[in-house]
């Protein structure tokens, strides 16, 4: 089962839909039910498609043999990655790319994951409730929880434009 709210929908440079909302998806086994995910998830449709797929996840979520092997021992630390073809994920997954990714992480130590399959970039931050009061007597986010949030979605926005931009500069 899921729930989303705070839908948004907007287009990156006047002609990439965005779209993302904050989701709650529940395993429901017979009695008793668990939180699979909470948190922001996107999705951005490109006019280009890289024809594959590629998964960036946390360190730990893939086989070994499964992992494509970067050139950043920094960023394998941190991230697994498994590409249908690795040299199209070599193409995507440049310096400046993976030092984002791993900015990213290390101010926020959010789990996140990104999934481009064909024309489609998929992020998911795993992130909880966020644009909810933590408390029946606070009636407003602090400007901690207002900062680190306009950093997720900015990073998204960013992360976004700079994946588009490798996909329609490389041959796919």
Known sequence: RYWSEDYIEA????????????????????????????????????????QGELRIMRNGTFAFSNKLKMDSSEFEKCFDVKASDNIKGMQLLTSDVMEE???????????????IRNNELYL????????????????SLNKE????????????????????????????
């Open 11 to 50: 287009e990156i440079d006047n002609k990439y839909s965005i779209q993302m909302g904050e989701v709650l998806t529940e395993n429901e086994s017979g009695d008793s039910t668990s939180i699979c995910f909470t948190g922001l998830f996107a999705k951005v449709i490109m006019h280009k498609s890289m």
């Open 101 to 115: 990714l791993i900015e990213f992480f290390n101010n926020t130590r959010m789990k996140f994951d990104i999934v």
């Open 124 to 139: 998911r931050f795993h992130s909880g409730r966020m644009f909810e009061p933590r408390s029946i007597k606070c009636d």
């Open 145 to 172: 929880e207002i900062q680190k949030y306009f950093y997720m979605l900015n990073f998204t926005y960013n992360l976004s434009k700079r994946l588009i931009s490798l996909i329609e500069e490389t041959e796919m």
